[in-house]
């Protein structure tokens, strides 16, 4: 059986969740999961489509989780107890971060290998490979975050890439490559309207002269969840070398405006 790995990860609460279980937990839940899906392919080959759930139907299954779908995965394992986290090195660099609290980073690893084979600018490679690690702190407006999060550091259009690719992951672009998919009925429901935030920026987007940055990490994020590719940061650290301002303090230590969101990335278990 063909098993789509996102569709699988997300259903357990993501990257970071899957991390966090043992061997036994994630052969139970694969599982189960396997079990769904041969059930849906039944009903499927006896003429039903796959019935993805409404707004309504999500919404009645938050009081049925022991966590929030909002929750960065460093703060909450999805399944049992979070683990206890390597301290971070003294003046600690975009690898020690990788490394240390961004593992697993395969999706976004993936990401930016496609965007390098494809032949994208090296913004456009190095905001695929940050456009997601910022779920590690929160997954709503996860865009906004994530441009904060690295715009004192990178290139203005990998900011503005990394920031707008959260709004046209919901607008089909079938010219540039890029299908509403599947996983979103999944995850917010078939009857789902972008909230007016969303809406507005995409009515933006549409007309700004950088449409195309964030659009193509939406294409290159679409498909890089390949259970079987082997991915390394390593080819994408002269890119890495150009164009990321590293800090000589330390990223967290050298007072910019996004300096408490590494920290809090560093240490999440700090009570205050």
Same mark, same amino acid.
């Given at each position: /059986?063909?098993?789509?790995?996102?569709?699988? $990860?997300?259903?357990?609460?993501?990257? +970071?969740?899957?991390?966090? /279980?043992?061997?036994?937990?994630?052969?139970?839940?694969?599982?189960?999961? /396997?079990?769904?899906?041969?059930?849906?392919?039944? +009903?499927?080959?006896?003429?039903?489509?796959?019935?993805?759930? %409404?707004?309504?139907?999500?919404? +009645?299954? $938050?009081?049925t989780r022991n966590v929030r779908r909002g929750a960065g995965s460093l703060f909450a394992s999805g399944r049992g107890n979070v683990k206890k986290l390597q301290p971070m090195p003294k003046n600690a660099t975009l690898l020690d971060f990788f490394k240390l609290r961004f593992d697993p980073a395969n999706h976004v690893l993936q990401s930016a290998t496609r965007a390098m084979k494809t032949g994208m600018s090296e913004e456009i490679i190095l905001a695929c490979l940050c456009h997601d690690v910022v779920l590690n702190l929160i997954?709503?407006?996860?865009? *906004? *975050?994530?441009?904060?999060?690295?715009?004192?550091?990178?290139?203005?259009? %990998? %900011?503005? +890439?990394?920031?707008?690719?959260?709004?046209?992951?919901?607008?089909?672009?079938?010219?540039?490559?890029?299908?509403?998919?599947?996983?979103?009925?999944?995850?917010?429901?078939t009857d789902y309207t972008p909230p007016p935030h969303i809406e507005a920026t995409y009515k933006m987007l549409k007309n700004h002269k950088w449409y195309m940055e964030p659009r193509l990490v939406t294409v290159n994020d679409l498909y890089a969840f390949d259970p079987n590719a082997k991915v390394s940061i390593e080819p994408f650290m002269d890119i890495v070398g150009r164009h990321f301002k590293q800090p000589k303090e330390g990223l967290g230590m050298d007072n910019s405006p996004s300096a408490h969101m590494w920290r809090t990335i560093a240490n999440p278990d700090s009570p205050l």
């Amino acid at each position: /059986m063909e098993i789509d790995r996102r569709a699988f $990860i997300a259903s357990l609460g993501g990257t +970071a969740a899957v991390a966090a /279980m043992d061997s036994e937990a994630k052969a139970d839940a694969l599982e189960h999961y /396997m079990e769904e899906q041969l059930n849906d392919q039944v +009903a499927q080959q006896g003429g039903q489509p796959e019935k993805f759930p %409404t707004v309504a139907e999500i919404e +009645a299954q $938050i009081e049925t989780r022991n966590v929030r779908r909002g929750a960065g995965s460093l703060f909450a394992s999805g399944r049992g107890n979070v683990k206890k986290l390597q301290p971070m090195p003294k003046n600690a660099t975009l690898l020690d971060f990788f490394k240390l609290r961004f593992d697993p980073a395969n999706h976004v690893l993936q990401s930016a290998t496609r965007a390098m084979k494809t032949g994208m600018s090296e913004e456009i490679i190095l905001a695929c490979l940050c456009h997601d690690v910022v779920l590690n702190l929160i997954k709503p407006d996860h865009g *906004w *975050w994530g441009a904060q999060l690295f715009e004192p550091y990178v290139p203005e259009k %990998t %900011t503005f +890439a990394i920031r707008y690719h959260q709004t046209l992951r919901f607008y089909p672009d079938p010219e540039a490559g890029y299908e509403y998919p599947d996983q979103y009925y999944r995850i917010f429901g078939t009857d789902y309207t972008p909230p007016p935030h969303i809406e507005a920026t995409y009515k933006m987007l549409k007309n700004h002269k950088w449409y195309m940055e964030p659009r193509l990490v939406t294409v290159n994020d679409l498909y890089a969840f390949d259970p079987n590719a082997k991915v390394s940061i390593e080819p994408f650290m002269d890119i890495v070398g150009r164009h990321f301002k590293q800090p000589k303090e330390g990223l967290g230590m050298d007072n910019s405006p996004s300096a408490h969101m590494w920290r809090t990335i560093a240490n999440p278990d700090s009570p205050l």
